[in-house]
């Protein structure tokens, strides 16, 4: 069983739209993460949840809004498209929010190309 | 503020050839540590962590990383690589509730 999973893999989308990226883990972790990581493979957090609450926001355009209907998931919805948001999403998990101790696993990657 | 540095942010080295990454951080508490490592079209593995005790810690496919307190690094050794090493290295540090990652080093191993 995938530890971390996303959907979908790939998304091929227009500028303007609105887009959803899901993310569900079944490890029993508490904590989950979006990362963003552009075409320089930099990789920057986005945002993090700890049983459903929101507890890092990073500076994001608020275009972007996380959502975490119970602590397994956490679904990504990005409106009004653009051509930079085109990159690879990840989502990740750990156990607590100190991260103390623990390390996050990671999901395959969503690759959103916006044309 | 807090940051993570990468040293190299590309190596090309030849099979058997030895590989050190270069990490250093800037956080004034205690850390944890760790290399991630991305192969081609794939997502983040985990290498190796540190979290205390030894400062000398062993990963997986032969990498290791030492800890240098006083030097805030965490810099990751493979005596031999091989092609199967190509890939994107990152170090990541966590500190005040965030995972934080750094730029990344692409290491090319030519055959």
């Given amino acids: 069983d995938t530890a971390v999973s996303q959907t979908p ?4 989308t227009q500028m303007g739209n609105d887009k959803s990226i899901k993310c569900e883990q079944n490890l029993g972790h508490d904590t ?3 990362y963003k990581q552009d075409s320089k493979k930099f990789l920057k957090i986005m945002f993090s949840y700890n049983n459903k609450e929101l507890i890092i926001n990073e500076t994001v355009p608020n275009r972007f809004s996380p959502k975490s209907p119970d602590k397994a ?12 948001d085109s990159a690879v999403y990840f989502c990740a998990s750990s156990l607590g929010t100190a991260l103390m101790n623990t390390e996050a696993f990671f999901g395959q990657g969503t690759r959103l190309t916006v044309v | 503020a807090q940051s993570v540095s990468q040293h190299n942010h590309h190596v090309i080295l030849s099979e058997a050839a030895s590989l050190e990454l270069g990490c250093n951080y800037s956080y004034g508490g205690t850390v944890n540590l760790f290399w991630y490592v991305q192969y081609p079209g794939q997502h983040l593995q985990l290498l190796l962590k540190y979290f205390s005790g030894d400062p000398l810690v062993k ?10 307190k006083s030097k805030f690094s965490f810099n990751l050794r493979k005596p031999s690589v091989q092609w ?6 990152f170090c990541a540090v966590h500190g005040w509730g965030k995972l934080q990652f750094g730029a990344g080093t692409q290491v090319v191993v030519t055959p």
């Avoid at chain 1, 893999?9 to 091929?12: R, S, W």
């Avoid at chain 2, 990963?59 to 240098?68: V, Y």
């Avoid at chain 2, 199967?84 to 290295?89: G, K, R, V």
């Fill in chain 1, 32 to 34: 989950m993460y979006w």
């Fill in chain 1, 9 to 12: 893999k790939y998304l091929v």
């Fill in chain 2, 84 to 89: 199967s090493d190509t890939a994107e290295y």
């Fill in chain 1, 73 to 84: 998931h956490l679904n990504l919805h990005i409106n009004s498209l653009e051509l930079g």
């Fill in chain 2, 59 to 68: 990963g997986i496919k032969g990498f290791e990383a030492e800890f240098i």
